[in-house]
């Protein structure tokens, strides 16, 4: 019987078990073991009890011993057959039973292995099968024997096909083990397999059991047959025989050759040539094996010089595969020789040595097996014998004609030209015999004159003369006069002195030889002076004859007696009256003619009543020899507490009677006589943050007030607390007080105890006050020098009345101007005593009665002190130009003259100027240590700068930048570390790697009386070099503009009035600009040049430049110091026509040279494929390119005045300043502003910054009228804007293509012995040759790409050279030249964008975004230089070709990568992805493959933990990865929160990731783009709720019955009703309309902006569906704000002024029409408003006051009307 589920217990009495159940649990197949142990209690104890099984062991698995209770296991359990065995035990004593349970739990163990039927299973599917997938295809499921956990198998697979993402092939059911494929299977290659071998494994957890499934492919004929080698090149002879074997074409065909007729080929030729004579095919092919023979005999190379044919593979299923066969014809030599003219006529110059090619005779013969061989015609012409004839070796067959002698046209003989017959054969030397094979021609020579002669004097060449030193001008010295030989002797001589000889200007010679006396002669200065006198004959080069002059100057008594020694002499005070000084005298006059001794020396009569009180003055006649002395004595004890010093005038003769006053100074040393009484002294301290290890910071002396100044040694010092402030450090035996550089910023109150012993004096208390202020070391680099006419003592004294001190004044003036910074402008003094400077007068003479003054800054008399005063301000990067602008207001403001602003290049102060003949430059650095200026109760600490000069036009060394700094990232770009140094993430509308603005729009308004008026930008100043190359592009209308300038200028008392709000804010906001060496004026204005010629000008004035457009014709002046000259380009077009010119400013070698659009004669857009065309010419090189020399000797543009663009901010000058000799130029004193916009301003390859970090007026930046946005193109990310205003069009960048710009190109890499050979199906323009490409490398040698002529003649190549990028171009006859990028790093294995540019002989090239040092050019424009571009093989990719033949390469940049490869601005073809485009195929190509994988660089490789290797394409580093850095102890990595440097902008939210860069941006609405960039055109619906349509519906059809009863009664109103009403629809724009005015609004407003809906070719289309649409809502961001100096409420009364304007005629209404053109109300940054900024009085009136603005467009406009209605 059972138990129930509790045991029942039986009995109760005596016996009973302790428990009623028992639990015992044994693992199966366990031995015979004790399994429990059973026990019963007895009442009472002692009785004997029996044990026994009653149920549950029938098999008797178990036993329980009847005495003890022991319960035991007799067999193994299985548990597979039962898991749990339940026993009723009894228990027995005397009559007492009691029965209990025990259960015994069987454990699985894991003893059967999982099985397979079979180790091999097989199946058959069909390759390509797509259907019902996924599905299984078999199932090889395995058993398990156990029963529990490890009887549950799971499956899994592995083999062919397999992979751990979704791409995986196959699949097994992890229960069932059903095998499912995924995807159709590919059985043929390169890809596929015949067999997929695969292994099912099956495991219960601990055992495992695999089978083998093969998987077999049954073949579909799914593969087309190929040409492995898609072109087959074959040569063959012109007289090869019929039935001649030409090549072997063998295709191949992937599908199974056992699988019917998959792979059968057949073999035909498709587009066969046919001779043209008999119509028969030239070629024939075996259907079966391939070969390509001959199909008839006796080809004619002449005719036709290769074959192009394609040849078919079929296989028997019919798919079909093609491939190419070129079959080139080698030539037999059967045609004849012909000259290409019967007769030559050539005019030579007579300047040409035996080597040069006079002219190339070029022969026409068809054979290309030529041996051509040339020969005079002994006897058959005049001078037969002079000349030889070689044949050519490169280009086009002919002969070279050479001299054999040098010509001369002197020679009469040579005068009268030469006549001679030349003959050519084509077959040696033999060949002369065969007449067949000889041609001749005759050579007509005539010898042109050149300048080889230099002119010669007819006279003398040698004068001297002598004269007195005051000699007046005009005074005539000698007459030179010369001739030239050349020209018949009739060519102009002109006459001028070597500056070098006569650097002061003392001579002048006119036209006719005549050399005068032109200044002022000083014996005592030059006593001597040879005079060069060149006659300069007219020709090009001009030749040169040197005349001297020696001229001697006598002298004559016009110099006084001065003070030769002592000049100075210490007296000590309280001395009794004694003889101090002897004083001697001397005189620069010439003695011998008693303009010297013997002196007279006596008390000046008109000397103070100190000095006559205190010192007595005799003279002594015998002294110093007989010269005379004077004995300066003193009359009583002096007294330094009431005087210092003593000046004491002298009045001083010499024996001619000419007197002056000199000065001898009496210095009164000190004695301790006097107490000390307590003072207090504060110090202003300006430190470095983070400051230097170690170093500490000098405070100055501790101060008491003390009269007498030379007691220190007599002084002690100590703390007044027991315990001294920390980070404070006292020397108590000077009193010196320094500080630790670490200190934080604050007030620290500081108390000491000061005795003197001398006179018994303690514990003077002293108080110093110290106020710390800290700055960065980037920002202290960055401040502005401004120098003062004041003593450092009194520039920091603090001033009774006002209670601060001249710095504090001058810093609070200038903080006015400067807003936007990250703190408050700072100012410290230099070192002393840095620049003396001559006084204004020497005859003020006196005691010093300034007592507080220290005696070491004492006035002399002899000089004025002047103070040099660095400020800076914090995040603002234009303070020099803020200075300089308000350099007046600055010094009215403090009551002293500013007198320079910045620091000047060549020279500062009283130092001597360097003598740089190349240019020169200066650098502000950080020195060591910090100066100290002192003036007893303050002084002022500062870090100590360092003015750095050298020649050349760049510093040696230059700063790179490798940390972010405020002025790393330009016009609100953010500064990102990342791997390889730093980033700057930039705002949309930036340029480069540093955010530039390369754009910017001038309003060109006039201003008020005393207002220069317009737009300006000011930018950093020209450099200072002998060679300076500026270029820049302009887009306008305005005929008549000035559009740069450079030079003095004459500021007015104030700046405008509204200069005050026009000075733009944002201008000072920390948005970096180019300020370096920069912006320093002085007061005088000028800076005299390094010479002091000053030809044809007016002596004193400077430095010029200055470009304007004068009937839309560029005119430009230039002086750099020794006269001026100007050019007038009367180019053939006007430059004001609306589109984008360029203009080349070049100045060297004392030449300077103007050069518009390249002499291309088309704009800067306009130079592309179908511009001209067959109809395109070039202009007509004097009416685009115009050249002068410079006068005078000097040869840079020595000034720091900042360069004026678009206007002036100050007057000109007087009309007269700088008059050119010819006296044919007015300064352009009414010129106005320029209008219109300025782009791509480069100054020897920097681009210039034209952003909002720059000083401006009624200017932006960007320039609204041809920005694609602004017209409703988005370009987006991967593309850019092009194209003047009329034609504008997004231009994918390099790298991307496609719709929208958004498929990234395929790459090729180039192996070794690569090459690309590209056929275009467009003609280049012949002039103009652009190449652009991006490429990647690590080899320093190789070629990129080239284009050439035909024949190789003429060539533009791309070049990797020594590791520097080149471009090479080659114009026969002229040898090739090369320029090159030589500090720009091309080997880094990073992707780099080339573009390689040539006009004529002109070259540029430009790396990446081409700034700087990735820039270079070479203007050189010499003739009309073209390179006709062979479009049919003269496109060349990878490795140039070689003399082998064009499939052997040279110069290949193996294991490169190409990509993107543009001829003109046209993507070629790049193999083997792309073979063919619209603008060209490839017709050959070898080593070349797709892509640009590179096997990993790690594999190798391993890095120190915790640094990871990261392969670098080719090449590899250890880092931590992206966005992670190693931690301070370097022993982990941890993660860099790249979020911290903001790199999201507009407002974008950071996320930090851990892969990628290490961040990622969430854009707000309105943007998008990795950083939140790209302002967004977005969805242009208009959105209306659903309250808001069903009130316009109700509206309108209450509006529509009163229109309704309306028209029954005025007809006639509503036909004209309905006119306007089709009259209001959206009108295609005509580039005439007159846009609203410009507005600024607050940035956090929405406003409403209907786009342009753009087509195809990037022009408007017309809506006319009235829909509702185009209605984009869009937030401004902060960073997009103008920069524009104007008020705020400029918008509306220029709308109002153009209005008022509008009926006027005249030049008034031309000059509105254009403003109107070139308003900015296609700038998304603008808006209008109705009014002054008041509400619109109703939704059309508000869009019909823009209704010229294409804003605004179809049913927006018409719901408006019909609202209104």
């Known amino acids: 019987m059972g138990l129930g589920p509790v045991t029942q217990l039986v009995g109760g009495g005596p016996v009973e078990f302790t428990r009623p159940q028992y639990q015992a649990s044994v693992r199966e197949n366990t031995r015979p073991t004790s399994l429990l142990q059973l026990r019963a209690r007895v009442t009472p104890p002692g009785s004997a009890v029996e044990y026994r099984i009653t149920e549950g062991n029938e098999h008797g698995a178990f036993h329980l011993d009847s005495t003890t209770g022991l319960l035991t296991l007799t067999t193994a359990l299985d548990y597979e057959e039962q898991q749990q065995h339940v026993l009723v035990v009894e228990a027995r004593a005397d009559e007492g039973v009691s029965q209990a349970r025990v259960v015994v739990d069987v454990e699985?163990?894991?003893?059967?292995?999982?099985?397979?039927?079979?180790?091999?299973?097989?199946?058959?599917?069909?390759?390509?099968?797509?259907?019902?997938?996924?599905?299984?295809?078999?199932?090889?499921?395995?058993?398990?024997?156990?029963?529990?956990?490890?009887?549950?198998?799971?499956?899994?697979?592995?083999?062919?096909?397999?992979?751990?993402?979704?791409?995986?092939?196959?699949?097994?059911?992890?229960?069932?083990?059903?095998?499912?494929?995924?995807?159709?299977?590919?059985?043929?290659?390169?890809?596929?397999?015949?067999?997929?071998?695969?292994?099912?494994?099956?495991?219960?957890?601990?055992?495992?059991?695999?089978?083998?499934?093969?998987?077999?492919?049954?073949?579909?004929?799914?593969?087309?047959?190929?040409?492995?080698?898609?072109?087959?090149?074959?040569?063959?002879?012109?007289?090869?025989?019929?039935?001649?074997?030409?090549?072997?074409?063998?295709?191949?065909?992937?599908?199974?050759?056992?699988?019917?007729?998959?792979?059968?080929?057949?073999?035909?030729?498709?587009?066969?040539?046919?001779?043209?004579?008999?119509?028969?095919?030239?070629?024939?092919?075996?259907?079966?094996?391939?070969?390509?023979?001959?199909?008839?005999?006796?080809?004619?190379?002449?005719?036709?010089?290769?074959?192009?044919?394609?040849?078919?593979?079929?296989?028997?299923?019919?798919?079909?595969?093609?491939?190419?066969?070129?079959?080139?014809?080698?030539?037999?030599?059967?045609?004849?020789?012909?000259?290409?003219?019967?007769?030559?006529?050539?005019?030579?110059?007579?300047?040409?040595?035996?080597?040069?090619?006079?002219?190339?005779?070029?022969?026409?013969?068809?054979?290309?097996?030529?041996?051509?061989?040339?020969?005079?015609?002994?006897?058959?012409?005049?001078?037969?014998?002079?000349?030889?004839?070689?044949?050519?070796?490169?280009?086009?067959?002919?002969?070279?004609?050479?001299?054999?002698?040098?010509?001369?046209?002197?020679?009469?003989?040579?005068?009268?030209?030469?006549?001679?017959?030349?003959?050519?054969?084509?077959?040696?030397?033999?060949?002369?015999?065969?007449?067949?094979?000889?041609?001749?021609?005759?050579?007509?020579?005539?010898?042109?004159?050149?300048?080889?002669?230099?002119?010669?004097?007819?006279?003398?060449?040698?004068?001297?003369?002598?004269?007195?030193?005051?000699?007046?001008?005009?005074?005539?010295?000698?007459?030179?006069t010369a001739q030239d030989l050349d020209g018949g002797g009739k060519d102009p001589i002109t006459y001028r002195i070597a500056p070098v000889s006569d650097p002061g200007g003392v001579f002048g010679v006119d036209r006719s030889g005549e050399v005068r006396v032109r200044g002022t002669l000083d014996r005592e200065r030059q006593p001597t002076h040879t005079v060069l006198v060149w006659a300069i004959d007219s020709g090009d080069p001009p030749r040169t004859a040197t005349a001297t002059l020696s001229v001697n100057v006598t002298d004559v008594n016009d110099n006084p007696p001065f003070l030769l020694e002592p000049q100075e002499v210490v007296v000590e005070e309280n001395s009794a009256p004694r003889v101090v000084a002897r004083v001697r005298l001397s005189d620069p006059d010439d003695w011998r003619q008693g303009h010297g001794p013997p002196f007279t020396v006596a008390l000046d009569p008109q000397a103070s009543p100190h000095v006559t009180a205190s010192v007595h003055v005799t003279h002594d006649q015998s002294g110093d020899g007989g010269r005379g002395v004077g004995v300066v004595s003193t009359k009583r004890a002096l007294d330094r507490e009431e005087a210092r010093r003593v000046l004491v005038p002298l009045l001083v003769g010499d024996a001619g009677a000419l007197t002056a006053t000199v000065t001898l100074t009496l210095h009164v040393t000190d004695l301790n006589d006097n107490p000390m009484t307590p003072a207090a002294r504060t110090v202003t301290v300006l430190t470095l943050k983070p400051g230097r290890e170690d170093e500490t910071v000098p405070l100055g002396r501790v101060y008491v007030q003390d009269p007498d100044d030379m007691d220190d040694a007599a002084k002690t010092y100590a703390w007044r607390r027991a315990r001294p402030h920390p980070g404070f450090y006292l020397d108590t035996a000077t009193g010196h007080l320094s500080m630790n550089s670490h200190t934080a910023d604050g007030r620290y109150e500081l108390g000491f105890l000061v005795d003197d012993h001398s006179?018994?004096?303690?514990?003077?208390?002293?108080?110093?006050?110290?106020?710390?202020?800290?700055?960065?070391?980037?920002?202290?680099?960055?401040?502005?020098?401004?120098?003062?006419?004041?003593?450092?003592?009194?520039?920091?004294?603090?001033?009774?009345?006002?209670?601060?001190?001249?710095?504090?004044?001058?810093?609070?003036?200038?903080?006015?101007?400067?807003?936007?910074?990250?703190?408050?402008?700072?100012?410290?003094?230099?070192?002393?005593?840095?620049?003396?400077?001559?006084?204004?007068?020497?005859?003020?003479?006196?005691?010093?009665?300034?007592?507080?003054?220290?005696?070491?800054?004492?006035?002399?008399?002899?000089?004025?002190?002047?103070?040099?005063?660095?400020?800076?301000?914090?995040?603002?990067?234009?303070?020099?130009?803020?200075?300089?602008?308000?350099?007046?207001?600055?010094?009215?403001?403090?009551?002293?003259?500013?007198?320079?602003?910045?620091?000047?290049?060549?020279?500062?102060?009283?130092?001597?100027?360097?003598?740089?003949?190349?240019?020169?430059?200066?650098?502000?650095?950080?020195?060591?240590?910090?100066?100290?200026?002192?003036?007893?109760?303050?002084?002022?600490?500062?870090?100590?700068?360092?003015?750095?000069?050298?020649?050349?036009?760049?510093?040696?060394?230059?700063?790179?930048?490798?940390?972010?700094?405020?002025?790393?990232?330009?016009?609100?770009?953010?500064?990102?570390?990342?791997?390889?140094?730093?980033?700057?993430?930039?705002?949309?509308?930036?340029?480069?790697?540093?955010?530039?603005?390369?754009?910017?729009?001038?309003?060109?308004?006039?201003?008020?009386?005393?207002?220069?008026?317009?737009?300006?930008?000011?930018?950093?100043?020209?450099?200072?070099?002998?060679?300076?190359?500026?270029?820049?592009?302009?887009?306008?209308?305005?005929?008549?503009?000035?559009?740069?300038?450079?030079?003095?200028?004459?500021?007015?008392?104030?700046?405008?009035?509204?200069?005050?709000?026009?000075?733009?804010?944002?201008?000072?906001?920390?948005?970096?600009?180019?300020?370096?060496?920069?912006?320093?004026?002085?007061?005088?204005?000028?800076?005299?040049?390094?010479?002091?010629?000053?030809?044809?000008?007016?002596?004193?004035?400077?430095?010029?430049?200055?470009?304007?457009?004068?009937?839309?014709?560029?005119?430009?002046?230039?002086?750099?110091?020794?006269?001026?000259?100007?050019?007038?380009?009367?180019?053939?077009?006007?430059?004001?026509?609306?589109?984008?010119?360029?203009?080349?400013?070049?100045?060297?070698?004392?030449?300077?040279?103007?050069?518009?659009?390249?002499?291309?004669?088309?704009?800067?857009?306009?130079?592309?494929?179908?511009?001209?065309?067959?109809?395109?010419?070039?202009?007509?090189?004097?009416?685009?390119?115009?050249?002068?020399?410079?006068p005078g000797a000097a040869h840079v543009f020595n000034t720091a005045r900042p360069l004026q663009v678009g206007g002036l901010a100050h007057p000109p000058p007087p009309t007269d300043a700088h008059t050119p000799p010819t006296d044919t130029f007015t300064p352009p004193l009414t010129t106005p502003p320029f209008r219109g916009c300025v782009r791509n301003l480069r100054v020897n390859r920097e681009l210039m910054d034209l952003g909002v970090g720059v000083l401006s007026r009624r200017s932006i930046p960007g320039c609204p009228a041809a920005e694609c946005l602004a017209a409703g193109l988005r370009c987006g990310l991967n593309a850019r804007c092009r194209g003047p205003p009329a034609e504008l069009r997004c231009e994918c960048r390099q790298g991307w293509t496609g719709p929208g710009c958004n498929t990234p190109t395929t790459p090729a890499t180039l192996h070794i012995n690569s090459f690309v050979r590209i056929a275009l199906s467009f003609t280049p323009l012949g002039y103009t040759t652009t190449l652009t490409l991006r490429f990647r490398t690590r080899k320093n040698r190789g070629q990129l790409v080239s284009v050439s002529s035909p024949g190789d003649r003429d060539q533009l190549a791309v070049q990797v050279v020594e590791g520097r990028l080149c471009v090479v171009l080659q114009l026969h006859p002229d040898p090739s030249t090369s320029l090159c990028l030589m500090h720009a790093n091309v080997t880094d294995g990073k992707w780099h964008t080339v573009s390689a540019v040539r006009h004529g002989s002109a070259s540029f090239l430009a790396l990446d975004d081409g700034d700087g040092r990735l820039y270079n050019a070479s203007v050189t424009l010499e003739g009309r230089r073209l390179l006709e571009v062979d479009a049919e093989r003269g496109v060349r990719l990878g490795g140039a070709a070689t003399p082998l033949g064009e499939n052997a390469t040279q110069q290949d940049i193996f294991e490169g990568c190409l990509d993107d490869v543009r001829v003109g601005g046209l993507s070629v073809p790049l193999p083997p992805a792309t073979n063919s485009t619209g603008w060209g195929s490839a017709e050959g190509w070898q080593g070349v493959a797709a892509g640009c994988g590179t096997p990993t660089a790690c594999d190798n490789h391993t890095c120190t933990p915790p640094l990871t290797c990261i392969d670098t394409w080719r090449a590899h580093r250890c880092s931590c990865g992206p966005g992670r850095v190693l931690d301070s102890g370097r022993g982990t990595c941890k993660d860099d929160d790249l979020c911290g440097w903001r790199p999201c902008l507009n407002g974008g939210s950071c996320i930090n990731t851990h892969h990628g860069p290490g961040y990622s941006c969430v854009c707000p609405d309105g943007f998008s783009g990795p950083h939140c960039h790209l302002p967004e055109v977005g969805d242009t619906s208009l959105k209306i709720s659903l309250g808001a349509l069903v009130a316009i519906v109700v509206w309108c059809a209450f509006l529509l019955l009163l229109v309704c009863a309306f028209l029954l009664h005025q007809h006639h109103k509503r036909s004209g009703g309905v006119r306007r009403g089709e009259g209001a629809g959206v009108k295609e724009p005509t580039g005439k309309e007159q846009p609203p005015s410009p507005c600024t609004h607050t940035h956090n407003l929405l406003h409403l902006h209907l786009l342009h809906l753009p087509t195809a070719n990037g022009q408007t289309r017309t809506l006319t569906n009235p829909n509702i649409a185009n209605v984009d809502v869009l937030q401004v961001d902060a960073a997009s704000v103008s920069s524009s100096v104007e008020g705020q409420d400029r918008c509306c009364s220029s709308r109002q002024h153009r209005g008022s304007g509008s009926g006027s005629g005249g030049q008034h209404g031309s000059e509105d029409k254009d403003r109107d053109t070139w308003g900015c109300a296609d700038d998304l940054r603008n808006y209008c408003y109705e009014g002054e900024g008041s509400s619109p009085g109703s939704l059309s009136s508000c869009l019909e006051s823009c209704s010229g603005s294409s804003k605004f467009l179809g049913g927006f406009r018409e719901v408006a009307h019909m609202l209104e209605s």
Not at 764 to 774: G, I, L, M, P
């Open 108 to 480: 699985d163990a894991n003893d059967h292995m999982p099985a397979f039927q079979r180790a091999l299973h097989e199946t058959q599917i069909t390759e390509e099968d797509d259907r019902h997938l996924p599905k299984i295809i078999i199932t090889v499921g395995a058993r398990d024997g156990d029963a529990g956990t490890f009887g549950r198998l799971a499956h899994s697979i592995s083999g062919d096909g397999v992979t751990q993402d979704n791409s995986s092939y196959f699949a097994v059911h992890p229960s069932t083990g059903a095998v499912l494929v995924l995807r159709p299977l590919d059985r043929d290659p390169p890809h596929g397999q015949a067999q997929w071998r695969l292994r099912v494994s099956a495991t219960d957890g601990e055992l495992t059991a695999h089978t083998d499934v093969h998987v077999n492919l049954k073949d579909v004929n799914d593969n087309a047959p190929f040409f492995p080698h898609p072109t087959l090149h074959a040569a063959i002879s012109e007289d090869t025989p019929r039935g001649a074997s030409v090549v072997q074409a063998t295709a191949t065909d992937h599908d199974d050759p056992h699988e019917g007729q998959n792979a059968v080929l057949s073999y035909s030729l498709e587009k066969n040539v046919v001779d043209e004579a008999s119509g028969s095919p030239i070629l024939a092919i075996d259907t079966h094996s391939g070969l390509i023979t001959t199909a008839l005999c006796c080809l004619d190379r002449e005719k036709t010089q290769r074959y192009a044919v394609q040849v078919v593979a079929t296989d028997g299923g019919g798919l079909k595969g093609t491939g190419t066969v070129v079959v080139d014809v080698s030539d037999v030599n059967d045609v004849p020789p012909r000259f290409s003219r019967p007769e030559w006529s050539l005019s030579v110059s007579e300047r040409q040595s035996p080597s040069r090619v006079l002219a190339t005779l070029t022969v026409v013969d068809q054979d290309i097996t030529n041996n051509f061989t040339f020969r005079i015609v002994p006897g058959s012409g005049h001078g037969w014998e002079l000349f030889r004839v070689e044949e050519r070796r490169v280009g086009a067959p002919g002969g070279d004609l050479r001299p054999v002698a040098p010509l001369d046209y002197e020679n009469p003989d040579h005068r009268r030209g030469f006549r001679f017959r030349v003959e050519v054969t084509d077959v040696g030397e033999a060949g002369w015999g065969d007449k067949y094979h000889v041609d001749g021609t005759w050579v007509n020579l005539r010898v042109v004159d050149e300048n080889d002669n230099p002119p010669t004097f007819t006279t003398t060449n040698h004068a001297h003369v002598t004269l007195s030193e005051d000699t007046k001008p005009p005074t005539h010295l000698a007459t030179f």
């Open 759 to 1190: 006179q018994s004096q303690t514990g003077v208390a002293a108080n110093v006050t110290v106020e710390v202020k800290s700055l960065r070391a980037s920002d202290v680099t960055q401040a502005t020098l401004l120098t003062l006419d004041v003593s450092p003592y009194e520039a920091i004294t603090q001033k009774e009345q006002d209670g601060g001190s001249l710095l504090h004044r001058l810093v609070a003036a200038a903080q006015a101007w400067v807003e936007g910074g990250s703190q408050a402008l700072l100012a410290w003094l230099d070192e002393a005593d840095q620049d003396r400077v001559p006084a204004v007068s020497e005859v003020d003479v006196g005691v010093q009665t300034n007592m507080e003054e220290p005696w070491w800054w004492e006035d002399t008399g002899q000089t004025q002190m002047r103070t040099r005063v660095w400020m800076v301000a914090p995040g603002v990067h234009n303070l020099n130009h803020l200075l300089l602008y308000h350099r007046l207001q600055l010094a009215e403001a403090v009551g002293v003259s500013v007198h320079d602003v910045g620091v000047s290049r060549c020279h500062e102060g009283h130092q001597a100027p360097l003598t740089c003949e190349d240019g020169c430059w200066a650098q502000v650095e950080l020195g060591e240590g910090f100066v100290v200026v002192d003036a007893r109760t303050t002084a002022v600490v500062g870090p100590r700068l360092v003015v750095q000069r050298g020649c050349g036009c760049e510093m040696p060394s230059p700063i790179h930048h490798n940390t972010c700094a405020p002025d790393t990232c330009l016009n609100g770009g953010r500064c990102v570390p990342d791997d390889s140094g730093i980033t700057c993430i930039c705002p949309y509308g930036t340029w480069g790697s540093r955010c530039k603005v390369v754009s910017r729009y001038f309003e060109g308004v006039g201003g008020s009386e005393g207002d220069p008026g317009g737009g300006w930008t000011w930018l950093p100043a020209l450099p200072a070099c002998a060679e300076v190359h500026l270029s820049l592009e302009v887009l306008t209308l305005a005929r008549d503009s000035l559009v740069l300038y450079s030079g003095p200028h004459h500021p007015p008392p104030h700046p405008p009035e509204d200069s005050a709000d026009t000075i733009s804010k944002s201008e000072t906001e920390a948005s970096g600009g180019d300020s370096e060496g920069s912006g320093v004026v002085s007061k005088d204005e000028e800076k005299p040049n390094m010479s002091s010629v000053k030809a044809g000008r007016v002596e004193g004035a400077s430095e010029v430049v200055m470009l304007e457009l004068r009937g839309g014709r560029p005119h430009l002046l230039l002086d750099l110091g020794g006269g001026a000259v100007t050019l007038t380009l009367n180019a053939s077009y006007s430059l004001a026509d609306n589109t984008w010119h360029r203009i080349d400013l070049i100045w060297k070698d004392e030449l300077v040279e103007m050069i518009v659009d390249l002499c291309a004669g088309v704009g800067v857009d306009d130079r592309a494929v179908g511009k001209g065309g067959a109809n395109y010419t070039l202009p007509d090189a004097h009416t685009c390119r115009g050249a002068a020399r410079l």
